[in-house]
């Protein structure tokens, strides 16, 4: 049995935890431990579910206060934390397997040569 749907439960967490202040850790144990009663009472699934919801909700809203890296951990975003660029267009894929094909390597001996070429005739 339900206590509260997950959208509604992850609303919940989402204003509890934009009341935070910017230095709590775990923040998940915290937002759980302040939804009182009804944390208590809900499923671990139902508060996992909420919670992921959650992260994206915040990620998405409040990018000046979180980031949600690439395992999709939540984390605060006080400027050290860097995402990686992962996105490359299709043109540029397509043209990179060519030249690893050409040039009989893998794309990623491709990539570090390139990178290494960068490094040394990169005009300073």
């Known amino acids: ?25 775990n923040l998940k144990d915290n937002v759980i431990l302040r939804l009182g009663m ?3 009472m809900s499923t671990t699934r139902d508060i ?10 915040a990620a998405k809203l409040c990018p000046d206060k979180f980031i949600l890296d690439g395992r999709n951990v ?3 975003n ?10 490359i267009s299709s043109a540029n894929y ?6 690893a094909d050409t040039e009989n390597c893998n794309v ?8 290494s070429y960068y490094k040394k005739h990169k005009k300073k």
């Open 1 to 25: 049995m339900t206590l509260l749907s997950k959208g509604k439960l992850s609303k919940m967490m989402l204003d509890i935890l934009l009341e935070f202040p910017s230095g709590a850790i």
């Open 38 to 40: 009804i944390g208590q």
């Open 48 to 57: 996992n579910a909420a919670w992921n919801e959650t992260k994206k909700k």
């Open 74 to 76: 939540l984390q605060r």
């Open 78 to 87: 006080d400027g050290s934390v860097k995402l990686l660029d992962k996105k």
């Open 94 to 99: 397509t043209k990179l397997n060519e030249l």
């Open 108 to 115: 990623n001996a491709m990539v570090s040569e390139l990178i």
